[in-house]
Structures are given as C-alpha cells and as structure tokens.
Nanobody, 121 residues
Framework: QVQLVESGGGLVQPGGSLRLSCAAS????????MGWYRQAPGKQRELVAT???????RYADSVKGRFAISRDNANNTVFLQMNSLKPEDTAVYYC???????????????WGQGTQVTVSS
C-alpha cells in the first residue's frame, strides 16, 4: 500500500513562518499532481496550492505571495512553505495526490492524515 504522512504543523505567531512536509511511503514508482488543502473548524475543505509532476504551481488567492509549494521527487516529498502567516490560516492542513503508482498499481485520490496549524498571539 501507499501512504502520505504530513508533518511540520504547530503554533506560530501572526507574521511568522512554518514549513509543512508530506512524504509518500511504499514502493513508489511515480506521483502525479500533488496538492495541499486545509479545513478550518465549521468550514469545508479548501484548496491551498497544487504542483504538477513537472513543477507547475497554482495557489488560492488568499495565500498567493505568502505560500510556496515545492516537491522533491527523489524523496517522494512535497512541501508547503508558509510565510507572513495570519490567524485566518489556522486549519488542519492535508496533502493529496491525484495518482500514485506503486508496485504496478495505480492509487487515486490519496490523502494524508493532516497536521494542525494554529496562528495566534
């Protein structure tokens, strides 16, 4: 099986920075598009950023210019660098891939367990 595991969340003051990581485990052959999503209490999950296998990125308007998504294909890892954090960024952050190939099998819409980010004074 394949698994995505997020790490790097925590408590940070407004204006601070945090870097999230998401590592895929298993006998990974390839990972297609990856993305970061977040869900705040009482709200539905929303898209934060995506990155294609070739490195093309897209961002939600609310985080544009503050967040940066990147990936390290050699280590099957995607990152989210978050700068100038605001209280409105407080949420559980999840990573996702639309397709992962491992041991000759394609896995679709794979999700991590999430990591909490809290921005507060």
């Amino acid at each position: 099986q394949v698994q995505l595991v997020e790490s790097g969340g925590g408590l940070v003051q407004p204006g601070g920075s945090l870097r999230l990581s998401c590592a895929a485990s298993g006998s990974i052959f390839s990972i297609n598009r990856m993305g970061w999503y977040r869900q705040a209490p009482g709200k539905q999950r929303e898209l934060v950023a995506t990155i294609t296998s070739g490195g093309s990125t897209r961002y939600a308007d609310s985080v544009k210019g503050r967040f940066a998504i990147s990936r390290d294909n050699a280590n099957n890892t995607v990152f989210l660098q978050m700068n100038s954090l605001k209280p409105e960024d407080t949420a559980v952050y999840y990573c996702n891939s639309d397709r992962i190939v491992a041991r000759g099998t394609s896995w679709y819409n794979v999700w991590g367990q999430g990591t909490q980010v809290t921005v507060s004074s």
